[in-house]
């Protein structure tokens, strides 16, 4: 399924065909979570089936001993009334302790399969490729794992258990009622039509209104993530009043959603209680004037009035069921949605190893566009040999961070091939695809924990004086043992303990240390001032000698270290050659270096 796809779930309108699809997604993937645990799936229903049996013997029990047990007393005969004691207290104390047992295996199945889909979501996500998490918000995603997830476990926590527990006991309580007395079980039978019209209206109005909820609780997190993420922004661009009248919209859609919601259990509740109520008077009527002709017993009658009364106790919860079923259903149809995203960079069938590469990168007739209609690169040749440095420029749009993002694999070319020491990409080992190539970008994001947990990143059994050595070699380790803990200081959430240009010295570390033959600079020192970029380039002078190196810049100091420019217009290379020459020459580097050089005064 498409991005596209996924995004039209969170509306609520289906064709009858969409829904059918989504249902069928849905049930695939719940079949997939209930398969291992199929066995203990299986004892729990034997066991809730036995502990129904034992409940619903209750009031049989009490017509035995009212109308066996209470005339044999009369007769000095007391074992009839006793033993129906002590079997309804049997039976009691069988049912209780079997519905424990039942709690209890139903709450480990349900907490494997929340484990199990938790990690698939995790797993799944980040396995997609990039192009969905540019198209997907971060919002969504945390909405999957959280709510959504939640609604799913409060179907598994206590949903599943008052559906199964309510329709055995309302089909065993039926049974028992027949077996008792079938003009009673036909009274009964009867009420069940305006109940089945009843839930069925219901039905078909809440299925929307969950889904809305769905929805509408989904935008309320992502309204509030995105802001939260976003807060810097917020705060530069005096944001928080625009973000107030947009949130507040939110909550209130919510709040009317749920106001229908509950309007419709005003008058779904009450319904249940006036047809139970209603059964029970005409059983009641029915069976006293059989008793009074001497055609049922007394004990009977009352046996036949608890059966019918209770066969109406679990219909509340099981409309509460419903409530939570709907919404795990649409939380189920979000999630199977993302689950059903295939990565638009597949991991090859037959994938080749490139133990030691050297880093020779070709770019053979590659086209490629993000959207079908807008081609970003048309038919494009370039090879840059092993352990060369070149550098990419032009204008923003010429289609230099598409070249690295084809180069890095994390999109898949529309035409031609990319290849790594003359293997194409697609064929590439993944591991071998990430050992070989790394990227650093202009986002340095660090993620929770200490200095050298991040810079170790590049090489997870890195040693303590390796992690170090790369933090020297970048110019990092000064600033590092300034920090309160040196290398162990904690840089909080998303690096917040330091600054831009400290984060990107820290990203600069984390790559070094990982040693590709081929390292992709996308405009990565666009973050540092000029004395950390003077420190930067330095180090990248010795550490790029033995290896391809591809930097995008827009500051043209970087450039120098450069032993080839490329200068890019429209997805074409338009210049080709070494700093100096392109300097001496008339045309567009030559230019953009003459604009840049007057910046500096």
Same mark, same amino acid.
């Given at each position: ?7 039209? *779930?969170?509306? $609520?309108?289906?064709?009858?065909? *969409? $829904? ?41 029990? +009490? ?23 002590? /079997? ?17 295996? $139903? ?13 698939? %979501? ?32 409060? !179907? ?15 089909? &065993? ?65 005096? #944001? ?5 009248? /947009? ?6 859609? =919510? ?51 608890? =059966? ?19 919404? #795990? ?11 059903? *995203?295939?990565?638009?960079?597949? @991991?090859?069938?037959?994938? /080749? ?18 959207? $079908? ?66 990227? %650093?970008?202009?986002?340095?994001? !660090? &993620?929770?924990?200490?200095? #050298? ?17 790369? #933090? ?78 591809? +930097? +995008? ?13 490329? %200068? ?12 100096? @020459? ?9 230019? !953009? ?7 500096? /005064?």
């Amino acid at each position: 399924m498409s991005v596209t796809g996924v995004e039209g *779930e969170e509306r $609520s309108n289906f064709s009858a065909a *969409e $829904s059918r699809q989504i249902r069928a997604r849905s049930l695939r993937l719940l079949g997939s979570l209930l398969a291992p645990v199929r066995w203990p799936v299986i004892a729990a229903m034997l066991i809730v089936v036995l502990s129904t049996i034992a409940q619903v013997a209750g009031p049989a029990l +009490i017509a035995y001993g009212i109308d066996r047990g209470l005339p044999a007393l009369l007769n000095q005969d007391w074992f009839p009334l006793a033993a129906t004691g002590a /079997v309804y207290l049997l039976t009691g104390v069988i049912g209780a302790g079997l519905i424990a047992w039942y709690t209890l295996m $139903s709450a480990r199945i349900s907490q494997g399969v929340l484990i199990d889909l938790r990690k698939r %979501v995790f797993l799944h996500t980040q396995r997609l490729s990039l192009e969905f998490h540019e198209s997907y918000t971060s919002g969504r995603i945390i909405s999957r794992q959280t709510s959504d997830l939640d609604a799913i476990r409060e !179907l598994l926590d206590s949903g599943i258990n008052q559906l199964v527990q309510g329709l055995l006991y309302m089909t &065993f309580t039926a049974i028992a009622l027949f077996a008792l007395d079938g003009m009673s079980g036909l009274v009964l039978f009867g009420s069940l039509v305006p109940l089945l019209i009843l839930t069925r209206w219901f039905q078909v109005r809440s299925q929307t209104l969950f889904r809305q909820s769905r929805t509408a609780s989904a935008s309320l997190i992502v309204q509030f993530v995105e802001t939260m993420t976003g807060i810097r922004a917020v705060k530069a661009f005096r #944001a928080e009043r625009r973000n107030e009248k /947009v949130f507040g919209e939110l909550v209130e859609d =919510y709040r009317k959603v749920n106001g229908r919601v509950i309007q419709l259990f005003g008058i779904f509740d009450p319904g249940l209680v006036l047809i139970g109520n209603v059964a029970v008077a005409v059983v009641l009527l029915v069976g006293g004037f059989r008793v009074a002709d001497g055609q049922l017993a007394i004990g009977a009658l009352l046996a036949a009035l608890l =059966y019918t009364r209770r066969f109406f106790d679990p219909m509340e919860d099981m409309a509460m069921f419903y409530n939570s079923y709907q919404s #795990a259903a649409a939380a189920l149809e979000k999630i199977s949605g993302v689950l059903e *995203e295939h990565p638009g960079v597949p @991991d090859p069938v037959a994938p /080749v190893d490139l133990w030691k590469a050297r880093g020779l990168v070709a770019f053979d007739q590659v086209s490629f566009g993000y959207q $079908s209609d807008r081609v970003i690169l048309p038919r494009f040749d370039l090879t840059i040999p092993a352990g060369q440095t070149i550098a990419l420029v032009g204008s923003t749009g010429a289609g230099k961070s598409t070249l690295a993002k084809l180069m890095a694999r994390f999109y898949d070319p529309s035409d031609g091939r990319v290849s790594l020491d003359g293997v194409d990409l697609r064929d590439l080992h993944p591991k071998d695809l990430r050992r070989a190539i790394v990227m %650093v970008t202009q986002e340095a994001y !660090l &993620f929770s924990g200490s200095v #050298a947990d991040n810079i170790a990143i590049g090489k997870p059994d890195a040693t303590p004086a390796e992690i170090v050595a790369a #933090a020297r070699a970048v110019g990092a380790h000064d600033f590092i043992e300034g920090l309160p803990s040196g290398y162990d200081t904690d840089v909080n959430k998303r690096g917040g303990r330091v600054s831009a240009g400290q984060r990107q010295l820290i990203s600069f570390a984390r790559a070094f240390l990982a040693d590709p033959a081929v390292l992709i600079l996308d405009e990565a020192t666009s973050s540092l001032d000029i004395p950390s970029e003077r420190l930067v380039q330095q180090a990248l002078q010795t550490l790029l000698a033995d290896r391809t190196a591809v +930097i +995008i810049a827009h500051r043209l100091s970087t450039v120098a270290i450069a032993d080839r420019v490329l %200068v890019m217009e429209h997805g074409r290379i338009v210049e080709d050659g070494t700093p100096a @020459d392109l300097i001496a020459g008339t045309g567009r580097f030559a230019q !953009l270096h003459a604009a840049w050089r007057e910046s500096l /005064v």
